[in-house]
């Protein structure tokens, strides 16, 4: 099975630091997107990344797609309130080009 | 700007009966899903169609649920009977590839989140 694990599940911080989180598996995919999600809405794409060890930059969000494309992280730096939310990695598997695989999510708090 | 439209937002209903969730996607996106996600958890897909066909549904119980996309536009997905199990956020989307391998981002829906009594 083509498997996204994240970690960590639940991160709460305070306003102003910086945090990362992993996105991980044993599997090589072909492309690797990341999403957000508000409590009551649909998830909302922020980046999608296809070439390994690629960096993509969005304002105080960085993504890193692994050299060996099984990896991803998001880091963001001076975390804000309105930065709150749930973090979801989604992968194509390079197997299996048909399908979304989506992790089980990082839940983010940023207290003020 | 173009959405993916879900109704109801909100169902309440109590175990057995049956409950209809119904989904516009994006105007020309010709592929749809249904996702079905826990509170604070990923999404796992329950059915995907390229236009009127289904392309995956090998994580629907098909023994309770059904999907259709009849016209290979909007889409409805049915519960019967419903299960205290299925209480859940019911998520559609939308993308304009007809493979998700071109990187075509999806569009969600707000979804239609399911209470069962």
């Known amino acids: 099975t083509q498997l996204l694990e994240q970690s960590p599940q639940f991160l709460s911080i305070q306003e102003g630091e910086n945090l990362t989180v992993y996105c991980n598996s044993s599997?090589?995919?072909?492309?690797l997107q990341w999403y957000r999600q508000e409590p009551g809405e649909g998830p909302v794409l922020l980046v999608t990344?296809?070439?390994?060890?690629e960096v993509k930059k969005l304002k105080r969000l960085t993504f890193q797609f692994g050299d060996a494309r099984k990896d991803s992280s998001l880091h963001i730096t001076a975390a804000q309130p309105g930065d709150t939310g749930l973090y979801l990695c989604?992968?194509?598997?390079?197997?299996?080009?048909?399908?979304?695989?989506f992790g089980q999510g990082t839940t983010l708090q940023v207290k003020p | 700007e173009a959405e993916v439209a879900q109704s109801p937002r909100y169902k309440i209903t109590e175990k057995s009966q049956a409950v209809a969730f119904w989904c516009d996607p994006i105007s020309g996106h010709a592929t749809l899903y249904w996702y079905r996600q826990i509170l604070g958890q990923g999404p796992e897909l329950l059915v995907q169609f390229q236009d009127e066909s289904v392309v995956d549904d090998s994580q629907l119980p098909k023994d309770r649920f059904s999907a259709e996309r009849l016209k290979g536009v909007d889409s409805t997905l049915k519960i019967q009977p419903a299960e205290l199990g299925d209480s859940a956020m019911y998520l559609c989307?939308?993308?304009?590839?007809?493979?998700?391998?071109?990187?075509?981002?999806?569009?969600f829906g707000e979804g239609s989140r399911l209470t069962v009594l």
């Open positions: 989307a939308s993308s304009l590839w007809a493979s998700a391998l071109v990187a075509g981002e999806l569009f």
């Open positions: 599997s090589v995919f072909s492309s």
């Open positions: 989604a992968g194509v598997p390079s197997s299996n080009t048909g399908k979304l695989i």
């Open positions: 990344v296809v070439t390994g060890g």
